[in-house]
Nanobody, 123 residues
Framework: VQLQASGGGLVQPGGSLRLSCTTS??????IGWFRQAPGKEREGVSC????????FYSDSVKGRFTISRDHAQNTVYLQMNSLKPEDTAVYYC???????????????????WGQGTLVTVSS
């Protein structure tokens, strides 16, 4: 499975971006979004389970970010609103090999990773 993350860029504080994670084949597993800021460890941001009924958001993004999936397009989106400078990071998407009822933002739970897309929040 190959994953392609896109949609990053430069945005002012308070602005919005929508990241996309497109896979090379239909997604059977859960999808997670992670980010890594310079000098910091990778952080789990959000995830969505295979059946889309279960989602999770880290406290740092809850209420501002929304994860969604378009099965027909093999794409998962991360809508990011009210962006803050501390959201600046390289964002990665990942998927599990197997069906998951409940998703996780523990990175060792994921089998396939895409390349990152850089999000910079700055005035």
């Amino acid at each position: 499975v190959q994953l392609q993350a896109s949609g990053g860029g430069l945005v002012q504080p308070g602005g919005s971006l929508r990241l996309s994670c497109t896979t090379s084949e239909p997604i059977l597993g859960g999808i997670g979004w992670f980010r890594q800021a310079p000098g910091k460890e990778r952080e789990g941001v959000s995830c969505i389970a295979t059946n889309d009924d279960n989602t999770f958001y880290s406290d740092s993004v809850k209420g501002r970010f929304t994860i969604s999936r378009d099965h027909a397009q093999n794409t998962v989106y991360l809508q990011m609103n009210s962006l803050k400078p501390e959201d600046t990071a390289v964002y990665y998407c990942a998927t599990t090999r197997d069906y998951v009822h409940y998703c996780s933002v523990i990175d060792t739970s994921y089998d396939y990773w895409g390349q990152g897309t850089l999000v910079t929040v700055s005035s």
